[in-house]
């Protein structure tokens, strides 16, 4: 606002939102850091020229090279403190306009709760996990009726049961003993050939049927001698 504008009760100005405030200090900052490596190329310029002087003893000219250097110098280091302080009120904003999102977000993640919340009763809430775990329980109860053996061997003893098991296992273990084989003993091989007495009897049964005609061989005598 202008200074007639304030003096005359003029039109407010509509202050910028954080983000124009910061894209301005970003445009100036940018702008201030060109000048400033201007002012450095400058200094150098000086700072040559009165190098240049002074090897030729042109000694005022290397004095107003030096006394311009500083002025530059001066206003490099204006510079640099504005953009010190342009740096962190820009650094503030930014950290402002985060903040901003982040609470705007979370008040309307708060509503959004509400809203849903909203045709929701505590206490009914209550009486419908009551009925619900109520109707649970029922439900068990009659898995556990369905599931129950009423008419199907109810009427059973367990003992007549047991006798019975041990019964037939005694049964099996009875087969299984009997069932056994007995080893049998292994009886030597027949001989094949005859027995010497067995041989003798042959011998004295073949010179029998022989008859005398055989006595007056000399081969079946020595035969008949040889084998008694």
């Known amino acids: 606002m202008s200074f007639f ?60 090279a030096l006394k311009k250097k500083k002025r530059l110098e001066k206003q490099l280091q204006q510079i640099d403190g504005t953009l010190s302080t342009i740096e962190m009120q820009r650094e503030a904003l930014e950290s402002a306009n985060t903040n901003t999102a982040v609470l705007t977000t979370m008040k309307n993640a708060a509503d959004a709760l509400k809203t849903a919340h909203q045709n929701m009763d505590v206490d009914k809430v209550h009486d419908m996990m009551d009925d619900i ?9 009659i898995s556990d009726a369905i599931s129950n053996p009423v008419a199907f061997g109810a009427d059973l003893d367990d003992e007549d049961l047991e006798r019975e098991l041990d019964e037939l296992e005694q049964e099996n273990f009875d087969k299984e003993i009997i069932g056994i084989p007995e080893p049998t003993p292994t009886l030597p091989e027949a001989p094949t050939e005859d027995l010497p007495e067995k041989a003798k009897e042959k011998k004295k049964a073949a010179t029998t049927t022989a008859g005398p005609a055989d006595d007056d061989d000399p081969d079946m005598k020595q035969l008949l001698s040889w084998s008694s």
């Open 5 to 64: 504008g304030k003096m005359f009760g003029g039109k407010k100005e509509v202050a910028p939102t954080t983000g124009e405030a910061i894209q301005k200090l970003r445009e100036t900052e940018n702008m201030l850091i060109k000048k400033q490596e201007f002012l450095e190329a400058k200094i150098e310029d000086e700072l040559n020229i009165a190098r240049t002087n002074a090897s030729k003893n042109k000694r005022e000219l290397a004095l107003q």
């Open 133 to 141: 775990a109520e109707q649970q329980d029922v439900a068990r109860e």
